[in-house]
């Protein structure tokens, strides 16, 4: 059963600082990695997905990265800004069987200004 | 325009009722889900349907039953709610075809059950 993990639970930064956000996972036979932004009270935005052939995606100040067979996939936000403040989940999809996203239980992030 | 909307965004009620959550999309996709984020943040996928048809129903109790009345519509009805169904309750939906994997969640339903 795939398990998805995400540290730090929490992390408050001041602004202007370079972060990294960490996902591991359980079983490497997955199809993709996604990064999704939650703000209080609203839903989730996909931020980045990642295919298992990939390495990374950028996408502004995000880029993240996969390692499929060491089961890691890394969140890092340039330049953080107050803005950026939000809680940051992985999902990771199976590459077979019925394909439902699992998710980790996000890192919450806060950004000072 | 709301992609992905759901009603009613908070929904309080009494232990032992039957209560209705509405989901609405307006991407023209396929594929849509509800998924339970419980009090520890946890998201879990309870059902997907493809095309009205159900293609995942994960473990759920057989007090929650989704209905699928056309593409874009994808409702799910609690019946004789509990205490521990309380929770946030997402929708979300995404196009066909494997190059085309993301999805897109709506706000959510809070769900607090007396």
């Known amino acids: 059963k795939q398990e998805v993990t995400q540290i730090p639970a929490a992390l408050s930064v001041p602004e202007g600082e370079n972060l990294v956000l960490n996902c591991s996972f359980t079983d490497s036979a997955i199809y993709n990695l996604q990064w999704f932004r939650q703000d209080p009270g609203k839903g989730l935005t996909s931020l980045l997905l990642i295919q298992s052939s990939q390495r990374e995606q950028t996408s502004g100040r995000l880029n993240a990265s996969l390692d499929k067979s060491s089961g890691r996939s890394t969140l890092y936000i340039a330049a953080s800004q107050p803005g950026d403040s939000a809680t940051y989940l992985c999902a990771v999809r199976p590459n077979t069987g019925r394909r439902a996203l699992t998710f980790g239980s996000g890192t919450r992030l806060q950004v000072q200004p | 325009d709301t992609a992905v909307s759901q009603t009613p965004k908070y929904l309080v009620t009494q232990m032992g009722n039957d209560k209705s959550i509405k989901c609405e999309q307006n991407?023209?996709?396929?594929?849509m889900y509800w998924y339970k984020q419980d009090s520890k943040k946890f998201l879990k996928i309870m059902f997907s349907?493809?095309?009205?048809?159900?293609?995942i129903n994960e473990t759920v109790p057989n007090r929650f039953s989704p209905k699928s009345p056309d593409k874009a519509h994808l409702n799910l009805h609690i019946n004789s709610l509990e205490l521990g169904d309380s929770a946030v309750y997402f929708c979300?939906?995404?196009?066909?075809?494997?190059?085309?994997?993301?999805?897109?969640f709506g706000p959510g339903t809070r769900l607090t059950v007396l």
């Open positions: 349907y493809n095309n009205k048809e159900l293609i």
């Open positions: 991407l023209g996709h396929d594929t």
């Open positions: 979300a939906s995404r196009p066909s075809g494997y190059s085309t994997d993301t999805q897109y």
